[in-house]
């Protein structure tokens, strides 16, 4: 590490690899790809390898697979129902990809990819037009009536109607920002209290026990937040597939 | 031992294997339930991203808005009270759940599925 780059900001750089640039689109390989590329290799290595034995009595990696397969099969179930089964592929991946990229993070000199908003909402928007997609290709021009909330007096429809369309259109923006807002201030908390411990040299011990502290709650968050980004993407999806709000 | 006919002994089985695992997807549905403690900071997050995220979105739509048309502040302003509205919407419905969520204890399906209306 550079003597100059001691700012809290400074471990979300990007730094670019392999610079590459597709149609006066610069697509370089950066950390951040880096970090994504063994998110996905992390993910991939740990469900394949842990479930080679395919035991009957699984062992401590298959329980920790199986685990994460029933959290998120039961999650799809309660929120969405049977119907939500055929999306089980695409939210176990997400749960996994953000669980996964949010833990390696936590990582020393690892980067948080999901500490880059242009990352949370590029998911969010996959989310956001998956959706939507979902429930215009179900209900047709039913879908629709998502936007006017059942029993309200007619002359209130026109104020309520765009009210309902602004609070759909925020959904990507929030599910985007709450996850880059949590990672990204917990890791700039994180640097922080880190500098404290530097600067007060001996004293320095009051705020290592406090980071020690706010490691753990950081895992939490780790894990909270994938959870948060999944669930909501099943409250999204059960409202395009059973219209009601 | 004595000899059971195997077709009965079988749809026995397959009775007492539905009864335990609908036994068993009752008890992952409250657990499920129960189990994601939130922090107090996080339900404050939650909120706060709400009320940004409304203003955020209604804003920027008012500013294309704007720049389309030519009405510079207007419809920008205009966008930004209904914004306004749409945050202290979401705002109350998120926070309803997280009581919801935080009273019952075991919330009942509705309440997780869709946020209590505000009429």
């Known amino acids: 590490m550079s003597a100059e780059n001691h700012s809290p900001l400074a471990q979300f750089e990007i730094k670019r690899f392999v610079e590459m640039n597709v149609g006066g689109i610069d697509a370089s390989f950066t950390n951040s790809s880096l970090w994504m590329v063994i998110t996905v290799v992390a993910v991939t290595a740990m469900l394949t390898l842990s479930m080679r034995g395919r035991a009957m009595v699984p062992g401590r990696w298959q329980s920790v697979a199986e685990l994460s397969y029933e959290f998120i099969a039961n999650m799809l179930r309660e929120n969405v129902g049977s119907e939500g089964r055929r999306y089980f592929p695409f939210v176990f991946t997400l749960f996994m990809f953000i669980l996964f990229s949010n833990v390696l993070g936590l990582i020393p000199y690892s980067f948080t990819s999901t500490s880059h908003i242009i990352v949370t909402f590029g998911m969010a928007i996959v989310v956001f037009l998956g959706v939507t997609l979902i429930g215009i290709i179900r209900h047709k021009g039913k879908f629709l009536t998502l936007f006017a909330p059942s029993g309200v007096p007619v002359f209130l429809m026109p104020l309520l109607i765009p009210i309902e369309i602004i609070s759909y259109l925020t959904r990507p923006v929030s599910l985007a920002l709450r996850l880059f807002a949590n990672m990204m201030a917990g890791h700039t908390l994180l640097k922080v209290f880190g500098g404290f411990v530097v600067a007060l040299g001996v004293f320095g011990i009051a705020p290592l026990f406090f980071i020690v502290a706010l490691y753990g709650l950081e895992l939490i968050v780790a894990f909270l937040q994938a959870y948060v980004f999944t669930i909501l993407t099943c409250l999204y999806l059960n409202d395009a597939i059973h219209l009601h709000h | ?119």
């Open chain 2, 1 to 119: 031992m004595t000899e059971e006919d195997p077709k009965t002994s079988f749809s026995e089985l397959d009775a007492r294997l539905h009864k335990a695992r609908q036994k068993e997807d009752e008890r992952v549905t409250r657990l499920a339930k129960t189990a994601p403690e939130k922090p107090g900071a996080g339900a404050a997050m939650r909120i706060a991203v709400e009320m940004i995220s409304a203003l955020l979105v209604s804003g920027g739509i008012g500013w294309y808005l704007d720049d389309w048309l030519g009405t510079r502040p207007w419809v920008m302003l205009a966008m930004l009270l209904l914004g306004c509205g749409v945050g202290l919407r979401n705002t109350y419905r998120t926070a309803m759940r997280l009581n919801a969520d935080l009273h019952e204890g075991l919330p009942s399906d509705d309440s997780v599925a869709k946020p209590p209306e505000e009429k």
